[in-house]
């Protein structure tokens, strides 16, 4: 308030001070009669400033005596002007022909003084008027906001319910809104990890249910031998009828404690798999994994006349190699226990599948196909031969390649069954 008068006074004088320097300069050197033709026009281009044109001695030439009407406006415009700010400035400068002219020029403009007198009469009303607005802009805002915030509170007690679809209102790019967004965000994430939650809890559940199974399966494999095995022992013990042959019996309770201690050796495998699993992956040439592990199994082919045939192709993939080739051996083991005599058994490796495939002696229909993964689980077959297995092969092979993320398949392929784990989805 105080300021703006005074610049403005300033600069509406450097303004006219300008002009008549221009109008000085442009005379300066000019004819006599030129000077009095321009004087004229520069009289009228530049209303607020008053010309007159006076010789070295003070003679005046513009406007002469004669001039009645330039000096009754000129008259006019400083009585009727109402100027509070008024000035002169006088520039000698030469005609053409050498003679000496003063350049005399009179300003006046109505300065800003009065207003800030105005100004200063009416601040306190006009502070007042501020802080009264301020107040009122404050409080419109304030009860805006709290309307908002009182928004998300609700929305967030609603939240506790943990339903979908709920979230809060977010309206412009201020804190709120900002504190909104934030709270759909949080509200999001938290759906999304309780429902991982839940999916990790059937998980354990369904884990835990197979463990129980497992236990209790494993119970009664061990309870039939381990009484078998009992009643052999007391038999002897008590030389009961042929059990007075302690030699053959001892040797049959060799062969079923043999027998029992391959199927702990399994059952442990089985029970630490989860923790052997959790080692980090490597990535391995399959092909060169592989080749490692076949050489006792060529001269098996070759003892059993087997016709054993391997392609294999490098192949890349990320495996625990260490259960990867347990697998590998309990598939080879199995189609070697089960081939036919002289029959063909294959190995076949590329860049999506790893097969293998043996001439069996006895193929399973369907439902057997199925049963096969089942823990300790051998067909009529199986249980027939003399190295006839746990029955707990197939089901390590089924916990490690599901526990790698890998797809695999046992099928009848003609006179042939056929293992198969896929490195890709088999639907893609």
């Given at each position: 308030?105080?300021?703006?008068p005074?610049y403005y006074?300033?600069?509406?004088?450097?303004e006219l001070?300008?002009d008549?320097v221009t109008?000085v300069?442009?005379?300066?050197?000019q004819s006599?009669?030129?000077?009095l033709?321009?004087?004229?026009?520069?009289?009228?281009?530049y209303?607020?400033?008053l010309?007159?044109?006076?010789?070295?001695?003070?003679?005046?030439v513009?406007p002469?005596?004669s001039?009645?009407?330039?000096?009754?406006?000129s008259?006019h415009?400083?009585?009727?002007g109402n100027?509070d700010?008024?000035g002169?400035?006088s520039?000698?400068?030469?005609?053409?022909?050498?003679?000496k002219?003063?350049?005399?020029a009179?300003?006046g403009f109505?300065s800003?003084?009065?207003?800030?007198?105005?100004?200063?009469?009416?601040?306190?009303?006009?502070?007042?008027?501020?802080?009264?607005l301020?107040?009122?802009?404050?409080?419109?805002?304030?009860?805006?906001s709290t309307?908002?915030?009182?928004?998300?509170s609700q929305?967030?007690?609603?939240?506790?319910l943990m339903?979908e679809g709920?979230?809060?209102q977010?309206?412009?790019?201020d804190?709120?809104?900002?504190l909104?967004?934030?709270?759909?965000?949080?509200?999001?994430?938290?759906?999304t990890?309780?429902e991982e939650?839940?999916?990790e809890n059937v998980?354990r559940?369904a884990r835990e249910?197979?463990?129980?199974d497992?236990l209790?399966i494993?119970?009664?494999?061990?309870?039939?031998?381990?009484?078998?095995?009992?009643?052999?022992?007391?038999?002897m013990?008590?030389?009961v009828?042929e059990?007075?042959?302690h030699?053959t019996?001892l040797?049959?309770c060799?062969?079923?404690l043999?027998?029992q201690s391959?199927?702990v050796?399994?059952?442990l495998?089985?029970t630490?798999?989860?923790?052997?699993?959790?080692v980090?992956q490597?990535?391995v040439?399959l092909?060169?994994?592989?080749?490692q592990y076949?050489t006792?199994?060529?001269?098996?082919?070759?003892?059993?006349?087997?016709?054993?045939?391997?392609?294999?192709?490098?192949?890349?993939v990320?495996?625990n190699?260490?259960?990867f080739?347990?697998?590998?051996?309990n598939l080879?083991?199995?189609?070697?226990?089960y081939t036919?005599?002289?029959?063909a058994?294959?190995?076949?490796?590329t860049?999506h599948?790893?097969?293998i495939?043996?001439?069996?002696e006895?193929?399973?229909?369907?439902e057997?196909?199925?049963?096969?993964f089942l823990?300790?689980?051998?067909?009529?077959?199986?249980r027939?031969?003399e190295?006839g297995?746990?029955?707990v092969?197939?089901?390590?092979v089924?916990?490690?390649?599901?526990?790698?993320?890998?797809?695999?398949?046992l099928e009848?392929?003609k006179e042939?069954l056929?293992f198969t784990i896929?490195?890709?989805d088999?639907l893609?």
């Amino acid at each position: 308030a105080y300021v703006m008068p005074i610049y403005y006074n300033q600069a509406k004088q450097l303004e006219l001070k300008k002009d008549y320097v221009t109008i000085v300069k442009e005379l300066d050197g000019q004819s006599k009669e030129s000077l009095l033709s321009n004087f004229k026009k520069y009289d009228q281009r530049y209303p607020n400033i008053l010309l007159n044109l006076l010789t070295s001695s003070g003679e005046a030439v513009y406007p002469s005596a004669s001039d009645k009407e330039i000096i009754a406006q000129s008259q006019h415009y400083l009585e009727k002007g109402n100027f509070d700010q008024i000035g002169s400035w006088s520039k000698l400068i030469t005609s053409s022909d050498g003679e000496k002219y003063i350049v005399q020029a009179e300003y006046g403009f109505q300065s800003l003084s009065g207003v800030s007198q105005v100004l200063v009469t009416f601040y306190p009303f006009i502070l007042l008027a501020l802080i009264l607005l301020s107040t009122l802009v404050a409080y419109i805002y304030s009860h805006l906001s709290t309307k908002r915030i009182k928004a998300i509170s609700q929305t967030a007690r609603q939240m506790q319910l943990m339903e979908e679809g709920i979230s809060c209102q977010v309206s412009g790019q201020d804190e709120i809104a900002i504190l909104a967004q934030d709270v759909n965000y949080l509200y999001s994430k938290l759906l999304t990890s309780i429902e991982e939650l839940r999916a990790e809890n059937v998980k354990r559940a369904a884990r835990e249910e197979e463990q129980a199974d497992f236990l209790r399966i494993t119970a009664h494999e061990l309870k039939t031998p381990i009484a078998s095995m009992l009643g052999l022992v007391e038999g002897m013990i008590y030389n009961v009828g042929e059990f007075k042959d302690h030699e053959t019996y001892l040797k049959k309770c060799r062969d079923i404690l043999q027998e029992q201690s391959q199927l702990v050796c399994s059952i442990l495998e089985a029970t630490n798999l989860d923790l052997s699993l959790k080692v980090k992956q490597e990535r391995v040439d399959l092909k060169e994994l592989i080749e490692q592990y076949l050489t006792p199994y060529e001269a098996l082919a070759k003892v059993h006349s087997y016709q054993f045939i391997v392609n294999l192709e490098p192949v890349w993939v990320s495996l625990n190699s260490t259960y990867f080739v347990k697998a590998i051996k309990n598939l080879l083991d199995n189609a070697f226990r089960y081939t036919k005599e002289g029959g063909a058994i294959r190995v076949s490796l590329t860049e999506h599948y790893l097969r293998i495939e043996n001439q069996a002696e006895h193929l399973p229909d369907k439902e057997e196909l199925d049963k096969l993964f089942l823990p300790f689980y051998r067909p009529d077959f199986s249980r027939a031969k003399e190295d006839g297995g746990t029955g707990v092969g197939l089901y390590l092979v089924k916990q490690i390649l599901e526990k790698q993320g890998f797809c695999y398949r046992l099928e009848q392929e003609k006179e042939f069954l056929q293992f198969t784990i896929w490195f890709v989805d088999p639907l893609d």
